[in-house]
């Protein structure tokens, strides 16, 4: 029988060669959801103003309590006054604690229904404070706290500030009036030598009020025009012709508003902008070597330890000068002058302040 065929070596059809799968691409990571620049710049300036408002109201609300309290415990006694300060400055911290996390609370909850809710909050309370700032009990309560964190210097600014709303009060209302009216016409070259050498207008007037009465004229002492200039340093009337552009002439008003107001400015700056002595060296001049040279020979310090050894010198200038010169701020800013003793003047007077005097910065 033949043989049946051999089969070959393998009957399996060949196996597929195994295809390659491409790669995927990986897949692009999720990016976090970005807010705008225009939703990031406000939600910045909501934020902002919150701050504002809220530091508005914290230094503002600091300063009030603090002063009222210096002048509700006012003393040197342990438990009367020292003792229930110190306590009253422990509450306050532990109230403001309080009140910062109550305020978080409610701007989270104003933030989830309006952002900008919270910083229109904090900006209406700012602008409560604000009022209440512009109020005579705010002055009195701030003039307190200056003078518990003044201390001594503070303390003599003050006794020295009533000096000057005494003689104020001294003055007969009727010849302060005409002094006033007189000095109008001398109004603009005053008040452009003062902005020339960046000096308050109203102390320029009060040295012009107390030298001349605004009726300029040679005197016997040698004094010229309508600040009565006498001697001057070369250089202080060259500071003044340099902003003149021309060279001076004393009889000139304008002339002598200038050489005034560099004169007042250059013994201002020698006594470390101390208004008082910054005056009375503007009247003592150079004679004697000068209020500098007798304050080195008797070793005083301020304006009050140095008139004693005034002797002849005119120690009450300073107060003459800035009394007229409380009469113009007043009758700048009420339009009148006010008598002091009737109704609140006196408080409305102290709240007005004195020009120079306003606020040290």
């Known amino acids: 029988m033949p043989k049946p065929p051999t089969a070959s070596k393998s009957t399996q059809p060949p196996a597929k060669a195994q295809s390659k799968r491409p790669k995927q691409p990986a897949k692009p990571r999720k990016k976090r959801p970005t807010l705008p620049t225009n939703s990031l710049q406000r939600r910045m300036t909501y934020l902002a103003l919150e701050l504002l408002g809220l530091a508005i109201i914290g ?3 600091v300063m009030i309590i603090l002063g009222y309290s210096a002048n509700w415990f006012s003393g040197t006694r342990f438990f009367s006054s020292l003792l229930p300060f110190a306590a009253g400055i422990l509450l306050l911290i532990l109230a403001a604690a309080g009140l910062l996390t109550g305020w978080y609370k409610i701007r989270k909850h104003l933030h989830s229904k309006l952002p900008a809710a919270s910083p229109a909050l904090a900006i209406a309370l700012a602008l409560i404070i ?3 700032v512009t109020q005579n009990s705010f002055s009195q309560a ?4 200056r003078t518990l964190v003044g201390g001594k210097q503070e303390a003599g600014r003050v006794t020295l500030a009533h000096q ?3 003689a104020y009060r001294r003055y007969n209302q009727a010849q ?3 002094l006033l009216n007189r000095s109008q016409q001398y109004d603009a070259a005053i008040k452009e030598a003062a902005k020339a050498f960046e000096i308050d207008a109203n102390l320029l007037q009060g040295i012009a009020a107390t030298e001349s009465s605004f009726l300029p004229r040679d005197s016997a002492d040698g004094g010229h025009g309508l600040f009565q200039i006498t001697q001057v340093p070369k250089a202080i009337t060259a500071q003044a012709e340099k902003q003149l552009g021309v060279k001076a002439s004393l009889i000139d008003p304008k002339h002598n508003a200038y050489i005034a107001a560099a004169t007042f400015k250059y013994y201002l700056a020698q006594m470390h902008g101390d208004l008082f002595l910054g005056l009375l060296a503007y009247n003592i001049g150079p004679a004697n070597g000068g209020l500098k040279s007798i304050m080195q020979q008797y070793g005083a310090t301020d304006f009050v330890t140095i008139q004693p050894y005034l002797q002849q010198l005119p120690r009450d200038y300073p107060i003459r000068v800035l009394s007229h010169a409380l009469a113009f701020r007043l ?7 006010l008598p002091y003793e009737e109704g609140k003047n006196a408080i409305r007077i102290q709240a007005i302040g004195i020009p120079g005097l306003l606020m040290d910065l």
Not at 142 to 145: D, E, I, V
Not at 331 to 337: F, M, R
């Open 59 to 61: 230094l503002s609300v």
């Open 130 to 132: 604000g009022w209440f």
């Open 142 to 145: 701030f003039g307190h706290f």
């Open 164 to 166: 000057v709303y005494a």
């Open 176 to 178: 302060l009036q005409q």
């Open 331 to 337: 009758w700048q800013k009420e339009g009148k002058l």
